[in-house]
């Protein structure tokens, strides 16, 4: 794909989604990193639903810590794989007590060394919480990226880098938001919605689907 129709790609992504977001509630980056970690194989609404009920009570390490892991369980026990995220995070606080000052660092080694933080989550909380020009690679975005020939790549990181070389630098820090969310409701798994794309005539999607 050449540089001018990766250009009007961001560009109609843009105009259609002006100021793009994740879909995880949060506060503050504390609370961002706990809901991605949470995110893992689940969700935005499964752990939105979670933390509406922890973070009140408890969104801080301290006070998370202070739950315990059976604590915080009971009110994770609703997403995937909760058993191993309670472990993480209950972990990851007592390491951002005594080593950050209870703050999440802005350095990705030093949030990937986070017990449940990798590669992917250290960008989210980089880019989403602190304004880096990361961009995550997760599956819609893999999908999109390859469907489209935005970035083609056959692993997860080929495609950030690609990602991350090709994008324009205007367009870098919101690339993560729109293309997850492109792939979350338009160019989805099964069938994407190609007659709704606002990218249609600049995807290079064979495949496309037609009206019904």
Known sequence: MNPAK????????????????????YGTPFELLVAVVLSA?????????????LYPVANTPESILALG???????IKTIGLF?????????????????????????REALEHLPGVGRKTANVVLNTAFGEPTIAV?????????????ASGKSV????DRLV??????????AHHWLILHGRYTCKARLPDCPRCVILDQC?????????
Do not use: W
């Not at 997760?138 to 935005?150: K, Q, S």
């Open 6 to 25: 990766r250009r009007a790609i961001y560009a109609r992504l843009k105009d259609s989604m002006p100021a793009p977001t994740t879909e995880l509630e």
């Open 165 to 174: 070389k090709f994008t324009p630098d205007e367009y870098k820090h919101d």
């Open 157 to 160: 990181r080929e495609v950030e």
């Open 83 to 107: 058993n191993t995220k309670a472990k993480n995070v209950i972990a990851l606080c007592r390491i951002l007590l005594e080593q950050h000052g209870g703050q999440v660092p802005r350095d």
């Open 204 to 212: 290079e999607y064979r495949a496309k689907t037609v009206p019904t």
């Open 69 to 75: 892991e059976a604590g915080l369980r009971d009110f």
């Open 41 to 53: 194989q689940a969700t935005d609404v499964s752990v939105n639903k979670a933390t509406r009920r």
């Open 138 to 150: 997760d599956t819609h975005i893999f999908r999109v990226a390859n469907r489209t020939g935005l």
